[in-house]
């Protein structure tokens, strides 16, 4: 695993940007794993500069979304659709038809989890996968005690997860409590992942993921045995990793 540590959040965000323009300039159809949540707005902000100074072009590149909440409808403010046409997509030249988001409204859920999959596997996998990590070690929504092995499917919610997410609704009882993910397994598909982290909420998780032995009560531990991982931390976020360990 390789580690980035930055001095705060806006380099952390220029360097995530640098990697994934340098992926496009070196592969035009680049396949990319996306993530939602706050830590990768700036990455997609340093993105959009970018593109907006003509130094990349979407219109071959095809995404992948980790995960989207069941119930919402892909315009409702909060779904992850939602998210990610607002502060990418609709501001880059990527064909709409190319960006892929789990359909949290599917009747049948099980099914819409294995045509993601399936998904993946056509467009896929991805060349490199952006990833946040939630305080309790989850990736996408993967919660603990998730399968190493997992495909995508529908989870439930931990309090916690769901209480950090609050923040972006109205009231608790309309922040969701299922959403459809990419698997742990699922993740590990992709040839590259970066994950980021930062502030000092995130310095627990960070430190467990640097010193902590694999193990399915901490998600993120099961990148140790992915062979091409980086993460870009800020200094907050590194706080708790020293060089005794
Ligand atoms: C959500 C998302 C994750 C994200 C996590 C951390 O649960 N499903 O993909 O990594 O939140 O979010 P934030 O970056 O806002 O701390």
């Given at each position: 695993?390789?580690?980035?540590?930055?001095?705060?959040?806006?380099?952390?965000?220029?360097?995530?940007?640098?990697?994934?323009?340098?992926?496009?300039?070196?592969?035009?159809?680049?396949?990319?794993?996306?993530?939602?949540?706050?830590?990768?707005?700036?990455?997609?902000?340093?993105?959009?500069?970018?593109?907006?100074?003509?130094?990349?072009?979407?219109?071959?590149?095809?995404?992948?979304?980790?995960?989207?909440?069941?119930?919402?409808?892909?315009?409702?403010?909060?779904?992850?659709?939602?998210?990610?046409?607002?502060?990418?997509?609709?501001?880059?030249?990527?064909?709409?038809?190319?960006?892929?988001?789990?359909?949290?409204?599917?009747?049948?859920?099980?099914?819409?989890?294995s045509?993601?999959?399936?998904?993946?596997?056509?467009?896929?996998?991805?060349?490199?996968q952006?990833l946040?990590?939630?305080?309790?070690?989850?990736?996408?929504?993967?919660?603990?005690?998730?399968?190493?092995?997992?495909?995508?499917h529908?989870?439930?919610?931990?309090?916690?997860?769901?209480?950090?997410?609050?923040?972006?609704?109205?009231?608790?009882?309309?922040?969701?409590?299922y959403?459809?993910?990419?698997?742990?397994?699922?993740?590990h598909?992709?040839?590259?992942?970066?994950?980021?982290?930062?502030?000092?909420?995130?310095?627990?998780?960070?430190?467990?993921?640097?010193?902590?032995?694999?193990?399915?009560?901490?998600?993120?531990?099961?990148?140790?045995?992915?062979?091409?991982?980086?993460?870009?931390?800020?200094?907050?976020?590194?706080?708790?990793?020293?060089?005794?360990?």
């Open positions: 695993m390789e580690v980035i540590v930055t001095n705060n959040y806006e380099e952390l965000s220029r360097k995530a940007a640098e990697i994934i323009d340098s992926q496009l300039k070196k592969e035009p159809a680049s396949v990319l794993g996306l993530a939602t949540g706050s830590t990768p707005l700036g990455t997609y902000k340093e993105l959009v500069k970018s593109y907006e100074k003509g130094q990349t072009d979407y219109s071959g590149v095809s995404t992948l979304n980790l995960d989207e909440y069941v119930g919402l409808s892909p315009d409702h403010h909060q779904s992850y659709r939602c998210f990610m046409d607002k502060h990418f997509f609709d501001l880059i030249n990527i064909p709409k038809e190319n960006t892929y988001v789990p359909d949290g409204r599917a009747e049948d859920l099980a099914e819409e989890s045509r993601y999959e399936q998904i993946i596997d056509e467009i896929g996998p991805p060349d490199l952006l946040g990590i939630g305080e309790n070690g989850h990736i996408g929504f993967n919660e603990p005690g998730t399968s190493f092995e997992s495909g995508t529908v989870v439930e919610l931990t309090p916690s997860t769901r209480q950090a997410n609050a923040r972006f609704f109205d009231t608790m009882e309309e922040v969701p409590t959403a459809v993910t990419m698997g742990i397994h699922s993740i598909k992709s040839k590259r992942i970066i994950l980021l982290a930062s502030g000092k909420h995130k310095a627990e998780a960070i430190r467990q993921l640097i010193y902590g032995e694999e193990d399915e009560q901490f998600p993120a531990s099961s990148l140790k045995r992915h062979p091409d991982l980086t993460l870009i931390v800020d200094q907050e976020a590194y706080a708790l990793v020293n060089e005794k360990g």
